[in-house]
């Protein structure tokens, strides 16, 4: 198979249009049943997909469709399995590192301290960008201090995890999302997934010091891993006082983190067969399915993944759009991908149909008829992409929303940065904008100011990637 330096639009522009509409949706919740219902995510066991129950699938799909490209570029390169394996595990534990904080409101913590919970969860933002900015490449003083700035970030998200620890708990212990007092949970679904954040610390570090036999980086190196791994094991509170740093729910980000590591680490052994990662999405959707008829709740394999595979399902088709298009490649071979995609997309439709008859449509409930739903919509919303940006060569429309699909990490940030300084500086929106057409309007200008300020931020050396 070609190696494919360049980047493919349609790709980005997927992306981005997945994250433009992540950003709006996101901010209409607030506008309650003022706006239609079918743009709001559908309650646990309502039988419906809503606009904000496709948006979220479709961006795993997006991740992977860029796993194969990424993966493959760096074999070009001459990476070896295990340093591509280093890469996937810190970008695994950035994602987790940065859904565990955002997922945490601060509430109690900042009560005790008497601070207001936006400003630790602006200081948590603010480590995160000193920790993954991609900082610009130069020696001397310059160097110095950006390494400086990554380890302060470093410092910051331990610092705000001891403040949660040394808070006295009152009497009444009680376990929080399955943490006993002491930090540590015991159950084979916890320790699998302690297991894999302890892996995904240990290996870059290994890796680098085989690299560069440096003792000081070493040292630096696992003194963060132990930061890391003290992170995910902070202990319970009690139900009457402070509820600290706990892993619930992973988050987006989190969700993200586990989807990637689970596909990509895969696709270093699948690679570019068809075969293969179609046994694997076959794997991952039949677990999701035995969580759906309680038969994984019977053998004791439920929780063990977050989200029971459906994640993974989603990734695994996009990984085999990725293979589609890059063997599809030209115009010439366009109608053979077309039919492909199209094809897939039916086959998903039908599956769909057929599984509305046993299970709803739950994105909550993480149901196969949910899967197959969104893996239709997102092989033809692909296909379509792909014709108008790639074959047609439209793509200059693009230009408005690019940040989103090329510095995507840091435009979903930016929104939970505006709505703390918004609640700090104690100001609203006018009546019009709170509900209605006038709120989606507001919640669509948002979107794209989010876009534009991700912009900004990009031509001020300001960009996160990991």
Not at 123 to 134: E, K, L
Request: glycine share 6%.
């Amino acid at each position: 198979m070609k190696n494919h330096a360049t980047r493919i639009a349609s790709i980005d522009i997927f992306r981005a249009l997945t994250m433009l509409l992540m950003i709006f949706v996101n901010d209409i919740p607030a506008l309650g049943d003022t706006v239609p219902h079918w743009l709001h995510h559908a309650a646990k066991n309502e039988d419906m997909l809503g606009l904000s129950d496709i948006v979220f699938p479709c961006f795993l799909f997006c991740v992977g469709l860029s796993i194969p490209f990424a993966v493959n570029s760096r074999i070009s390169k001459g990476d070896s399995s295990l340093q591509i394996f280093a890469h996937i595990a810190q970008r695994t534990v950035a994602l987790l590192t940065m859904g565990l904080f955002s997922m945490n409101s601060f509430t109690e913590t900042a009560n005790a301290i008497g601070i207001a919970s936006q400003w630790l969860k602006l200081i948590s933002v603010a480590a995160f960008f000193m920790i993954w900015n991609v900082y610009p490449k130069t020696e001397g003083i310059a160097k110095k201090i950006f390494s400086a700035l990554q380890i302060l970030g470093w410092i910051i998200l331990a610092t705000l995890a001891l403040i949660f620890a040394g808070k006295p708990a009152a009497t009444e212990q009680q376990t929080v999302s399955g943490f006993i007092s002491i930090g540590f949970s015991g159950s084979a679904q916890h320790v699998f997934q302690y297991l894999i954040i302890a892996i995904c610390a240990i290996v870059p570090i290994t890796a680098s010091f085989l690299r560069n036999r440096s003792i000081l980086k070493l040292l630096i190196s696992a003194a963060v891993s132990i930061i890391i791994f003290y992170l995910f094991l902070f202990k319970g509170a009690n139900a009457g006082g402070l509820v600290g740093l706990r892993p619930g729910w992973w988050q987006i980000l989190g969700l993200i983190g586990w989807t990637y590591f689970f596909t990509a680490v895969i696709f270093i052994f699948t690679r570019n067969r068809f075969l293969p990662n179609i046994i694997a999405w076959i794997f991952f959707t039949s677990l999701c399915i035995a969580a759906n008829t309680g038969l994984a709740t019977d053998m004791k394999i439920a929780g063990f993944i977050p989200g029971n595979g459906s994640f993974q399902s989603f990734a695994f088709s996009g990984i085999i759009a990725s293979l589609l298009m890059q063997n599809s490649e030209g115009k010439q071979k366009f109608k053979k991908l077309c039919s492909s995609c199209l094809a897939v997309a039916a086959l998903m439709f039908a599956a769909a149909t057929i599984a509305h008859r046993y299970f709803i449509i739950s994105k909550l409930q993480e149901t196969c008829t949910w899967i197959f739903y969104c893996i239709s919509i997102s092989f033809t919303l692909l296909i379509f992409i792909y014709w108008l940006t790639d074959i047609k060569n439209k793509k200059s429309w693009f230009n408005t929303i690019k940040p989103a699909g090329t510095a995507t990490l840091t435009c979903y940030l930016i929104p939970s940065i505006w709505y703390c300084i918004v609640s700090l500086a104690a100001v609203g929106y006018p009546e019009f904008m709170r509900s209605g057409f006038g709120g989606l309007a507001k919640s669509l200008v948002f979107a794209f100011a989010v876009t534009g300020i991700t912009w900004v931020l990009g031509k001020m050396k300001i960009k996160l990637k990991i």
